[in-house]
């Protein structure tokens, strides 16, 4: 049987995922990072993206969008705390769609730096979104 790490994915509303993984692939602030037992510890900053869990034994690989956060890794276990997340089979690709387009709009016609801010935050999310359809297509 292959190595395994234990894999916590959380956000403010609920338990994303629980389980064990020969692999996890994280989207690090500063680029993806894949983690795989025994790890060396570290904490890292999320940014909007995928997390790509693993399975033992040929399973299904899990996909959660996350919308950012902290990831904390240990030797034996990965703790993800999104502020919210999406599993893969719950995203909406035209709710997503809708959001980068409006994102856009809102981009093209706000003044203040905080509005533009916000706007930006907003259209990286969506972006992030549609990009995490994408891999899930790629895994089925």
Known sequence: MAMTIHV???????????????SI???????????????????TKLKPGSVRVKRPDGQEE?????????????????????????RGKD?????AEEAKRAAEEAMRNKTGSMEIAQAQIELAQAVAQLAAIQKLRKIK
């Not at 916590?8 to 020969?22: C, K, R, Y």
């Not at 899990?62 to 999406?86: A, H, K």
């Open 62 to 86: 899990e996909l959660i969008y996350v919308n950012g956060g902290l990831v904390e890794v240990q030797p034996d276990v990965v703790t993800i705390m999104s502020d919210s997340g999406i």
């Open 91 to 95: 995203l909406d690709e035209a709710k």
């Open 25 to 43: 692939v994280i989207p690090g602030e500063r680029g993806e990072l894949e983690v795989y037992p025994r790890h060396a510890p570290l904490v």
């Open 8 to 22: 916590d994915v959380v956000s403010a509303e609920t338990l994303l995922f629980s389980g064990v993984a020969t």
